[in-house]
Each structure stands twice: as C-alpha cells, then as structure tokens.
C-alpha cells in the first residue's frame, strides 16, 4: 500500500525557512510525478510545486524564486525548501504522487492520487 509521510512542518516569521520532507513507500513501480500542494483555511488545494521522473519541475507562480523542489529517488524522498516565507504561505502542505504519465496540466490536486496526511505550516509576521 503507497503512503506518503510529510514531516518538517512549523512555526516561522516572516523571512524564514523551511525545509519539508516526504517519505513515500509501497511503491511497485517510480512514481511519474511528485508535488507538494497546500490548502489554507476556506481555500481550495492549490498546486505548489511538482517534479516529475525526468527531473522536469513546475511551480506555481506565487511561490516561483522562493521555493525549490526536489527528489531523491534513491531514498524514495521528496523534499520542498521554502524560503522568503511570508504569512501567505500559511497552510497545512500535502505531498501527493502519481504514477500516470498524461496527467495534462502538473499542478493540479485532481490528477494526482496518493496523498499524504499533510504537515502545518505557519508564517507570522
């Protein structure tokens, strides 16, 4: 069975960082895509950031310059650093996975079908 495990999650000020990690197993085959996404309070999910097998990365345009994503496949590991936080990046932030390949447009919560249980951001100013 795929699990996802987030954990990194906290507590900042504006300005700070933070590194997000995700461990994923139960695996049979690599997952094709990779993404971290985040639902505020009375938001909708929204796409952060996503890499696929290939190393292909997309972000969404708010956190663009800001965060950067990663994966190790070796360690079947997905990782999100988050810097120049601001209280807008307040969230509970999900890493989520997919093993199909036509999944159109990259950062969106839709197409992808394993979640994890999610990890509290919270930026203060």
């Known amino acids: 069975q795929v699990q996802l495990v987030e954990s990194g999650g906290d507590s900042v000020q504006v300005g700070g960082s933070l590194r997000l990690s995700c461990a994923a197993s139960?695996?049979?085959?690599?997952?094709?895509?990779m993404g971290w996404f985040r639902q505020a309070p009375g938001r909708k999910r929204e796409g952060v950031a996503t890499?696929?097998?290939?190393?292909?990365?997309y972000y969404a345009d708010s956190v663009k310059g800001r965060f950067t994503i990663s994966r190790d496949n070796a360690k079947n590991t997905l990782y999100l650093q988050m810097d120049s936080l601001k209280p807008e990046d307040t969230a509970m932030y999900y890493c989520?996975?997919?093993?199909?390949?036509?999944?159109?447009?990259?950062?969106?919560?839709?197409?992808?079908?394993?979640w994890g249980q999610g990890t509290q951001v919270t930026v203060s100013s």
């Open positions: 989520a996975a997919t093993t199909s390949f036509n999944i159109g447009y990259p950062l969106r919560p839709a197409t992808f079908r394993y």
């Open positions: 139960g695996y049979t085959y690599t997952p094709s895509y």
């Open positions: 890499i696929a097998e290939n190393g292909t990365i």
